[in-house]
Protein backbone atom coordinates (compact mmCIF):
# COMPACT_ATOMS: atom_id res chain seq x y z
CA UNK A 1 0.00 0.00 0.00
CA UNK A 2 1.30 3.72 -1.27
CA UNK A 3 0.64 6.78 1.25
CA UNK A 4 0.61 10.38 0.04
CA UNK A 5 1.19 12.59 2.05
CA UNK A 6 0.05 16.74 0.85
CA UNK A 7 1.03 19.73 2.25
CA UNK A 8 1.76 23.24 0.99
CA UNK A 9 -1.92 24.57 0.93
CA UNK A 10 -3.45 27.58 2.64
CA UNK A 11 -5.00 30.90 2.29
CA UNK A 12 -3.61 33.16 -0.17
CA UNK A 13 -4.59 36.64 -1.83
CA UNK A 14 -5.07 36.57 -5.49
CA UNK A 15 -2.07 37.29 -7.70
CA UNK A 16 -0.09 35.45 -4.88
CA UNK A 17 2.02 32.03 -4.67
CA UNK A 18 1.52 28.37 -3.14
CA UNK A 19 3.82 25.44 -3.35
CA UNK A 20 2.52 22.00 -3.00
CA UNK A 21 3.89 18.95 -1.72
CA UNK A 22 3.63 15.43 -1.89
CA UNK A 23 5.74 12.51 -0.34
CA UNK A 24 4.69 9.18 -1.59
CA UNK A 25 6.44 5.94 0.77
CA UNK A 26 7.39 3.42 -1.93
CA UNK A 27 10.79 2.32 -3.14
CA UNK A 28 9.35 2.58 -6.76
CA UNK A 29 8.28 5.82 -6.96
CA UNK A 30 10.93 6.78 -9.87
CA UNK A 31 9.02 4.59 -12.27
CA UNK A 32 5.62 6.60 -11.43
CA UNK A 33 3.41 8.74 -12.86
CA UNK A 34 2.18 11.50 -10.71
CA UNK A 35 -0.20 13.83 -10.87
CA UNK A 36 -2.39 16.69 -9.03
CA UNK A 37 -5.89 16.81 -9.87
CA UNK A 38 -8.67 19.35 -7.56
CA UNK A 39 -12.24 19.37 -6.64
CA UNK A 40 -14.73 21.82 -5.64
CA UNK A 41 -17.62 20.64 -3.76
CA UNK A 42 -20.22 19.67 -6.57
CA UNK A 43 -17.78 19.03 -9.27
CA UNK A 44 -15.91 16.89 -10.23
CA UNK A 45 -12.26 16.29 -9.52
CA UNK A 46 -10.26 17.27 -12.55
CA UNK A 47 -6.47 17.12 -13.44
CA UNK A 48 -4.58 19.90 -13.14
CA UNK A 49 -0.93 18.98 -13.88
CA UNK A 50 0.74 15.47 -14.43
CA UNK A 51 4.64 14.71 -14.58
CA UNK A 52 5.48 10.70 -15.89
CA UNK A 53 8.57 8.74 -14.80
CA UNK A 54 10.13 10.29 -17.55
CA UNK A 55 9.43 13.64 -16.82
CA UNK A 56 6.82 14.60 -19.96
CA UNK A 57 4.87 17.53 -18.26
CA UNK A 58 0.85 18.38 -19.11
CA UNK A 59 -1.34 21.04 -17.54
CA UNK A 60 -4.89 22.03 -17.93
CA UNK A 61 -5.23 24.56 -20.26
CA UNK A 62 -5.87 27.39 -17.26
CA UNK A 63 -3.34 26.88 -15.41
CA UNK A 64 -0.39 26.15 -18.03
CA UNK A 65 1.11 29.41 -17.63
CA UNK A 66 0.84 29.90 -13.97
CA UNK A 67 1.56 26.65 -12.68
CA UNK A 68 4.96 24.43 -13.03
CA UNK A 69 5.15 20.80 -11.60
CA UNK A 70 8.44 18.99 -10.64
CA UNK A 71 9.46 15.78 -8.66
CA UNK A 72 12.46 15.05 -7.05
CA UNK A 73 13.19 11.22 -7.42
CA UNK A 74 15.38 10.65 -4.75
CA UNK A 75 13.37 12.40 -2.23
CA UNK A 76 10.06 10.70 -3.68
CA UNK A 77 8.60 13.41 -4.13
CA UNK A 78 6.65 16.14 -6.54
CA UNK A 79 5.43 19.66 -6.49
CA UNK A 80 3.19 22.39 -7.99
CA UNK A 81 4.46 25.79 -7.81
CA UNK A 82 1.26 27.94 -8.26
CA UNK A 83 1.45 31.34 -8.93
CA UNK A 84 -0.35 34.63 -9.88
CA UNK A 85 -3.13 32.62 -8.46
CA UNK A 86 -6.97 33.16 -9.03
CA UNK A 87 -9.82 32.77 -7.01
CA UNK A 88 -11.03 30.00 -9.46
CA UNK A 89 -8.07 27.85 -8.60
CA UNK A 90 -9.94 27.42 -4.67
CA UNK A 91 -10.04 23.65 -4.03
CA UNK A 92 -8.73 20.72 -2.50
CA UNK A 93 -5.84 19.50 -4.66
CA UNK A 94 -4.95 16.05 -4.39
CA UNK A 95 -1.69 14.70 -5.67
CA UNK A 96 -2.14 10.73 -7.41
CA UNK A 97 -0.08 7.93 -8.49
CA UNK A 98 0.03 5.66 -10.87
CA UNK A 99 2.15 3.04 -12.34
CA UNK A 100 1.81 -0.67 -14.12
CA UNK A 101 3.52 -3.63 -12.97
CA UNK A 102 2.87 -7.49 -14.72
CA UNK A 103 0.52 -5.62 -17.09
CA UNK A 104 -1.54 -4.14 -13.88
CA UNK A 105 -2.00 -0.29 -13.34
CA UNK A 106 -2.22 0.57 -9.69
CA UNK A 107 -3.58 4.52 -8.36
CA UNK A 108 -3.23 5.64 -5.19
CA UNK A 109 -4.48 9.24 -3.69
CA UNK A 110 -3.37 11.90 -1.13
CA UNK A 111 -5.64 13.17 1.18
CA UNK A 112 -5.62 16.19 -0.14
CA UNK A 113 -5.13 19.92 0.95
CA UNK A 114 -7.03 22.89 0.81
CA UNK A 115 -5.78 25.91 -1.30
CA UNK A 116 -8.15 29.23 -0.72
CA UNK A 117 -7.19 32.37 -3.31
CA UNK A 118 -9.44 35.59 -1.61
CA UNK A 119 -10.18 38.16 -4.14
Keep these: QVQLVESGG ?5 GGSLR ?4 AS ?18 ARE ?8 RSTKYKDSVEDRFTISRDDPKRSIFLQMNSLKPED ?18 YWGQGTQVTVSS
Design 26 to 43: TDIFSITDMAWYRQVPGK
Design 20 to 23: LSCT
Design 90 to 107: TAVYYCNLKYETNYRWYE
Design 10 to 14: GLVQA
Design 47 to 54: LVASITSD
